[in-house]
C-alpha cells in the first residue's frame, strides 16, 4: 500500500504553483493591454524619446537593439498577438483553477506547460549566464518535477 501524502502540505503546495501561474496570466494580460496602447502611437517615436529621456546613446549595442524589436513590434498583426495572448492567458487560468482545485487534469497540464518552456530557459541560461535566469529555470525544474512526481504518486495509489 502506498504510503500517504501529506495532504495539508500537498494543497498548500498546489495551491501556491496556482497562485504564482495566476499571476503570470495576469501579468501577461497587463502587459499585453500596455503594449496594444503602444502600438497605437509611433512606438518608434516613444522609444527614442524614452532612450533620451534616460540619457542613453540610441547608436549604443542595447538602446539599437530595443529600437530594432520596437520597429518589428510596430510591424506586429494586432490580431495575431490579440490571440495569442488570449490563448496564454486562458492556458494559465485553466491551470491555475485545476490546480487549486487539485483536478489531476491541472497538474497534467502544468507539468506539461511548465516542461515545454525547460529547453528554451537553459538555453537562455547556457548562452547568458545569469543569477535570475538560473533562478527561473531552477524553480519551473522544481514546479514541473513536484506535479509530476504528484501525477505518479496518484496513479499508483489510485487518485484520479
Given at each position: 500500500?502506498?504510503?500517504?501524502?501529506?495532504?495539508?502540505?500537498?494543497?498548500r503546495a498546489l495551491r501556491t504553483i496556482a497562485v504564482f501561474e495566476a499571476v503570470k496570466g495576469v501579468a501577461a494580460l497587463a502587459?499585453?493591454?500596455?503594449?496594444?496602447?503602444?502600438?497605437?502611437?509611433?512606438?518608434h517615436r516613444?522609444?527614442?524619446d524614452f532612450i533620451g529621456h534616460l540619457g542613453l546613446d540610441p547608436t549604443d549595442r542595447y538602446p539599437s537593439m530595443v529600437l530594432q524589436y520596437a520597429d518589428l513590434l510596430a510591424g506586429t498583426n494586432v490580431i495575431s498577438l490579440v490571440l495569442l495572448v488570449t490563448g496564454y492567458v486562458l492556458l494559465r487560468s485553466f491551470e491555475a483553477y485545476g490546480l487549486w482545485h487539485e483536478r489531476a487534469w491541472g497538474e497534467w497540464l502544468g507539468a506539461l506547460s511548465g516542461a515545454l518552456y525547460i529547453p528554451f530557459e537553459l538555453r537562455h541560461v547556457m548562452l547568458h549566464p545569469?543569477?535570475?535566469?538560473?533562478a527561473v529555470l531552477g524553480l519551473n525544474v522544481l514546479i514541473v518535477a513536484f506535479l509530476a512526481h504528484q501525477l505518479w504518486r496518484g496513479r499508483h495509489s489510485g487518485r484520479s
Open positions: 500500500m502506498p504510503r500517504k501524502s501529506h495532504p495539508v502540505a500537498r494543497r502587459a499585453s493591454l500596455g503594449l496594444l496602447r503602444l502600438l497605437r502611437h509611433d512606438l516613444v522609444v527614442v545569469h543569477l535570475v535566469g538560473a
